[in-house]
């Protein structure tokens, strides 16, 4: 029997300003010096002028590529804050990841929060010190700040000889052999001994290598207490157990402009992430029923979608992550989602900025489809003979939001926005209580991206504005009131009688109708039209004209004219009496409130507390997290629509928050009266309909 091609799928993580770019571009070079960029020249993999103007990645970029005989699927990241939902999905079609943490920065550059992203999906890390020749690195401080920020025991498996500039190579501490820069091909190194002054030092490290490995394997660390040494092979095993485990974090390193440790970089991914043909198929069938069965390059074909582009040249492209069976020309696949087939005629891979048509594709590979009819990103596309759903993606509520209007009107921005809510499903669009645009994302950034996205790719100029919160407007005491509508204009007139009482309900009750007429003074056929005045009428209280909630309507009383009277007159009088009794029945704004949850370094919590008491907020409570504190607290709208931005101005980028709507409680009387004067002014409140 053949054996299995090698094959790993990783992602590349970490902090913005971490070097993962620069580091896979590093790696395409070492596999092929065809990819290596001019000297002065920016990212080929950050092609997108948004990418360019900001200097760091905004979506995630599918890489493969070989190297020695090997075939390598590399996600590469963004490590901004708030394109983290794409980490998310990153780690759902890979297998592993990298960490990178720079050795001139640390871990303050966010690390921590792709950290926990690859906890959550419980995947095997490697980190990875970058930027090993930069003037400030510093081996041994990042290692400390490896553990101090991101609360996992960091085990070096290589040790840099010379620091700064004046690296030139590293020790392999499984070898212990010494790897020196070899100028004559970049990645390339010479073999050699251990320097005489690292020796100690290496057998230090060495020994704890040894003890991680041996603790993460049961069988390993009977062996390795009886006194018997392990073999480099028993080692690496331990090695690749603990990775899985996250009981320790392997580190590796390198230097992507120097080309130092790269190629051992990715003999590190081959040691410690599994092999793709391992992962199993995990889902529900059609039915909805579990389904797990092994996976292989000879069983059914699945795979999922997990990034798409819609251009106006290229049309529909897909990129879909092999997660079983082998992808061949002309087959036809089925997508559970929407039951409906998708015949792929040809597909083909990213290699670095190019792509080529490929003839078959197996596990853990990515491939690249063109104009699939109905794909989303998320979707499974499987053998329509042995189907399978895998799990979606999964969806964060989105806590930044911004009103949107375009030159030319909102439908076409919502047309243009549509296609690239298609493109990225963390966006959002929505149509406000006041008929705004909403757009909805995962930060402010995310939000401002997508706007310079609209204008480049579908030429629509766009302005964000905060959106106006969702008042409402309640009663807060009983009333009564008289709703008569006559009019006489010759024949048959109009006329109809209300009397109705309204009392205050809790929060969240909504409105109630209640029928209270004793002896038929209205007659039965017309008690609903009264109810559907009145009905009509919540949209628009008479404080600052927002919808009406909270109470309970109940006629009591009125009279009807057996010629005259009609379901549009009982109407008009309900719509009155209403309006009417609102005036009596102290009406009051009520404004909605944000339900907050924010992690922050402990540091950070002063801050984070002193801002949100200028927010009108109220703190609900505290509790220790990993690496930091989480607070809960209860936030008008209004005050924290710009939360996203202050937040991250007081934590340096580190803190991090959602947000949810909760409920509403009423405004402060001296900014309610504000938010009427400015509504009034604005001609949105309307009057009550004179009796003629």
Same mark, same amino acid.
């Given at each position: ?7 790993r799928t990783?992602?590349m ?8 770019t620069a ?6 070079r070492v ?8 000297v002065g020249?920016?990212?080929r993999?950050?092609a997108?002028?948004e ?16 190297e020695?005989?090997?075939g ?17 999905w990153?780690l759902?079609?890979?297998d592993?990841?990298l ?7 640390g871990?303050?550059?966010r690390a921590?929060?792709a950290?926990d992203?690859?906890a959550a999906?419980?995947l ?7 930027r090993?020749?930069h003037?400030?690195?510093?081996f ?8 101090r920020s991101l609360?996992?025991?960091p085990?070096?498996?290589q040790?840099p000889? *010379?620091?700064g500039?004046?690296?030139r ?7 212990r052999r010494?790897?020196?820069v070899?100028?004559?091909?970049f990645?390339?190194?010479v ?9 100690g030092?290496?057998d230090?490290?060495r020994?704890?290598?040894v003890?991680?490995?041996?603790e993460?394997?049961?069988?390993l660390?009977?062996k390795?207490?009886e ?6 092979e028993?080692?690496a ?8 485990a996250? !009981? ?17 970089l990715?003999?590190l991914?081959?040691l410690l992430?599994?092999?793709a043909?391992?992962?199993?198929v995990?889902g ?6 579990p ?5 292989g390059?000879d069983?059914?074909f ?5 990034k798409t ?7 529909r492209?897909?990129t879909l !992550?092999?997660?079983?069976g082998?992808l061949?020309?002309?087959a ?5 989602r929407t039951r409906s087939?998708?015949?792929v005629?040809?597909?083909f891979?990213?290699d670095?900025a190019?792509?080529a ?6 596990p853990?590979e990515?491939v ?7 794909a989303h990103? *998320?979707?499974t596309?499987?053998?329509g003979e042995?189907?399978v759903l895998?799990p979606?993606?999964?969806q964060?509520?989105?806590p930044v939001?911004?009103a949107?209007h375009a030159?030319g009107?909102?439908?076409?921005a919502?047309?243009?926005?549509a ?6 499903p ?5 149509r406000s209580?006041e008929?705004?645009?909403l ?12 706007v310079? !996205?609209v204008?480049?790719k579908h *030429?629509?100029?766009i302005?964000?504005a905060l ?10 005491a009983?009333?009564?009131a008289?709703?008569?509508?006559r009019r ?5 007139g109009?006329?109809?009688d209300?009397?109705?009482e309204?009392?205050?309900l809790p929060r969240?009750?909504?409105?109630v109708?209640?029928?209270?007429i004793?002896g ?5 056929q017309?008690?609903?039209?009264v109810e559907?005045?009145?009905r ?9 004209g927002?919808?009406v909630?909270d109470?309970?309507?109940?006629l ?5 004219h057996?010629?005259d ?20 029945? !102290? ?7 944000m339900?907050?949850?924010i992690?922050v370094?402990e540091?950070?919590?002063?801050a984070?507390l002193?801002?949100?008491n200028?927010?009108r907020?109220r ?8 690496r930091g504190?989480v607070?809960r607290?209860?936030c008008?709208?209004?005050e924290a629509?710009t939360?996203?931005?202050d937040?991250?101005s ?5 803190g991090?928050f959602t947000m949810?709507?909760?409920h ?10 504000k938010?009427?004067e400015?509504?009034r ?5 309307r ?6």
């Amino acid at each position: 029997m053949p054996t299995p091609r090698v094959t790993r799928t990783f992602s590349m993580l970490g902090g913005d300003g971490a070097g993962k770019t620069a580091l896979v571009e590093a790696l395409l070079r070492v596999a092929d010096p065809r990819h290596a960029s001019p000297v002065g020249s920016s990212s080929r993999l950050d092609a997108e002028p948004e990418e360019k103007k900001r200097n760091f990645s905004l979506s995630l970029h599918p890489e493969s590529f070989e190297e020695g005989g090997r075939g390598f699927h590399v996600l590469d990241c963004p490590g901004f804050a708030a394109f983290l939902t794409e980490v998310e999905w990153a780690l759902q079609v890979t297998d592993g990841a990298l960490l990178a943490i720079s050795a001139a920065d640390g871990c303050h550059n966010r690390a921590e929060r792709a950290y926990d992203a690859l906890a959550a999906a419980e995947l095997p890390a490697v980190g990875v010190v970058t930027r090993l020749d930069h003037e400030q690195a510093d081996f041994q401080r990042t290692l400390a700040d490896v553990e101090r920020s991101l609360g996992v025991k960091p085990v070096p498996l290589q040790l840099p000889i *010379g620091s700064g500039p004046g690296c030139r190579g590293l020790v392999d501490l499984l070898s212990r052999r010494a790897h020196l820069v070899d100028p004559r091909g970049f990645g390339r190194f010479v073999d050699a001994e251990v320097p005489a002054e690292l020796a100690g030092e290496v057998d230090r490290l060495r020994v704890a290598l040894v003890e991680a490995a041996a603790e993460a394997d049961d069988e390993l660390l009977g062996k390795y207490l009886e006194g018997a040494p392990l073999t480099d092979e028993e080692v690496a095993r331990g090695l690749a157990a603990g990775a899985r485990a996250r !009981r320790f974090l392997p580190v590796a390193l390198t230097a992507a402009k120097a080309g130092i440790g790269l190629r051992e970089l990715l003999d590190l991914a081959v040691l410690l992430f599994p092999a793709a043909e391992a992962r199993p198929v995990v889902g529900t069938d059609l039915a909805g029923q579990p389904v797990s069965r092994p996976g292989g390059a000879d069983a059914p074909f699945v795979a999922q979608v997990f990034k798409t582009t819609i251009d106006h040249f290229t049309g529909r492209v897909d990129t879909l !992550r092999v997660v079983a069976g082998t992808l061949r020309p002309d087959a036809v696949l089925v997508n559970p989602r929407t039951r409906s087939e998708e015949r792929v005629t040809h597909f083909f891979r990213t290699d670095g900025a190019q792509q080529a048509e490929v003839a078959a594709a197996g596990p853990g590979e990515f491939v690249v489809l063109a104009k699939l009819k109905d794909a989303h990103t *998320g979707d499974t596309l499987c053998d329509g003979e042995a189907p399978v759903l895998l799990p979606p993606f999964r969806q964060h509520t989105r806590p930044v939001a911004y009103a949107v209007h375009a030159r030319g009107g909102d439908d076409k921005a919502a047309a243009a926005l549509a296609r690239l809510v298609e493109e990225d499903p963390s966006l959002g669009l929505s149509r406000s209580a006041e008929g705004e645009l909403l757009l909805q994302g995962m930060g402010q950034a995310h939000i401002e991206v997508t706007v310079e !996205r609209v204008k480049r790719k579908h *030429g629509v100029d766009i302005t964000l504005a905060l959106p106006s919160p969702a008042y409402l407007e309640t009663v807060t005491a009983a009333a009564k009131a008289q709703g008569k509508y006559r009019r006489q204009t010759g024949g048959h007139g109009q006329y109809g009688d209300a009397h109705v009482e309204l009392a205050p309900l809790p929060r969240g009750a909504g409105f109630v109708f209640e029928d209270g007429i004793v002896g038929g003074v209205v007659p039965r056929q017309f008690i609903p039209s009264v109810e559907k005045g009145i009905r009509g009428a919540l949209a628009s209280g008479p404080l600052a004209g927002y919808p009406v909630v909270d109470f309970k309507a109940t006629l009591v009383f009125g009279s009807y004219h057996d010629v005259d009277s009609s379901d549009m007159a009982f109407q008009v009088a309900g719509s009155m009496a209403f309006k009417k009794a609102m005036q009596e029945a !102290r009406p009051i704004l009520l404004e909605p409130f944000m339900q907050l949850e924010i992690r922050v370094p402990e540091e950070y919590v002063g801050a984070v507390l002193g801002d949100l008491n200028g927010r009108r907020a109220r703190v609900q409570g505290m509790e220790p997290a990993a690496r930091g504190v989480v607070i809960r607290a209860a936030c008008p709208h209004a005050e924290a629509m710009t939360y996203d931005a202050d937040l991250r101005s007081l934590t340096q980028g580190i803190g991090t928050f959602t947000m949810a709507p909760s409920h509403h409680e009423a405004v402060p009387p001296q900014i309610a009266q504000k938010i009427i004067e400015r509504r009034r002014a604005e001609g949105k409140v309307r009057g009550i309909e004179e009796e003629r």
